[in-house]
């Protein structure tokens, strides 16, 4: 099974500040990867697939990026409703698997 | 406006079983593979099983194969999830999700409630 390890675990940033989470995947998984929020008591929201394409609606300080096994999600310009927990997917092979996630608040 | 209604959850004796259903509606349904992915109380995500668009074919993982099944009417558009042999282990919430482009589930449900206990 391919492993995603995703840090940081936790992360608290300011109003505005620019913060990356990041996942590395145990084999190359060729971009099939996406970025999911969830929000407390929520159902996770997609934010980001393919690495690095935006998901209709979700606003554009959101970015993917990475090749291989190495992908980040970055967040530019942290906001109070981008609290919550996130978590990366790799699709590229089965079974698919997440990583650990991370848990964002706001300082 | 896509829409995805889980019911069927509830309290189970372990070694019981449990069928989930997920009702589809605003997309075409016999379009798109779905698939149930779970979390457990407090813990990440895990996926659980998928299915394409035809019912042909299914997919698990190791820690529900041969436990789990999915199926789909897609006359009914409806999706859902078998679980048989059920473990303390499967006590999560129990997402249906609709999947495009191979693996992205670009859209979720708000979730069954499964509790595995005596």
């Known amino acids: 099974d391919i492993q995603m390890t995703q840090s940081p675990a936790s992360l608290s940033a300011s109003l505005g500040e620019t913060i990356s989470i990041e996942c590395r995947a145990s084999e190359d998984i060729y971009s099939n990867l996406a970025w999911y929020q969830q929000k407390s008591g929520k159902s996770p929201q997609l934010l980001i697939y393919?690495?690095?394409r935006l998901q209709d609606g979700v606003p554009s300080r959101f970015s993917g990026s990475g090749s291989g096994t190495q992908y980040s999600l970055k967040i530019s310009g942290m906001q109070p409703e981008d609290e919550g927990d996130y978590f990366c997917?790799?699709?590229?092979?089965?079974?698919?698997?997440f990583g650990g996630g991370t848990k964002l608040e706001l300082k | 406006e896509v829409q995805l209604v889980e019911t069927g959850g509830g309290l189970v004796q372990p070694g019981r079983s449990l069928k989930l259903s997920c009702v589809a509606s605003?997309?075409?349904?016999?379009?798109?593979?779905m698939s149930w992915t779970r979390q457990a109380p407090g813990k990440g995500l895990e996926w659980v099983a998928s299915i394409t668009n035809s019912g042909g074919s299914t997919y698990y993982p190791d820690s529900v194969k041969g436990r789990f099944t999915i199926s789909r009417d897609n006359a009914q558009n409806t999706l859902y999830l078998q679980m048989n042999s059920l473990r303390s282990e499967d006590t999560a919430t129990y997402y249906c999700t609709r999947v495009r482009y191979y693996y992205v589930m670009d859209a979720w449900g708000q979730g069954a409630s499964v509790t595995v206990s005596s």
């Open positions: 605003g997309f075409t349904f016999n379009n798109y593979w």
């Open positions: 393919a690495a690095n």
């Open positions: 997917l790799q699709g590229s092979k089965f079974p698919w698997t």
